[in-house]
């Protein structure tokens, strides 16, 4: 773990590689749920893609 902080640390357009394709395959997910009207998964699964990109955002800033 402590390799692959200092990697990103030293490479922080990692950051990017990696979070973009998780948050557009979270975007497809949600757009699933919405269009099977399952609102309450739906709900979650767009707070989690939140938190996801709040945080990879922050890891960002901040590294």
Known sequence: MGD???FVAQ???Q???ISVPCLILNI???TFYI???RDKTA?????IT???????????LWL
């Open 50 to 60: 939140l938190i996801y990109a709040i945080a990879a955002f922050l890891l960002k």
């Open 15 to 17: 950051v990017t590689a």
């Open 35 to 37: 269009n099977t009207r």
């Open 28 to 30: 497809a997910l949600f």
């Open 4 to 6: 692959f902080i200092t």
């Open 11 to 13: 490479n922080k357009n």
């Open 43 to 47: 709900k979650g699964i767009f707070a």
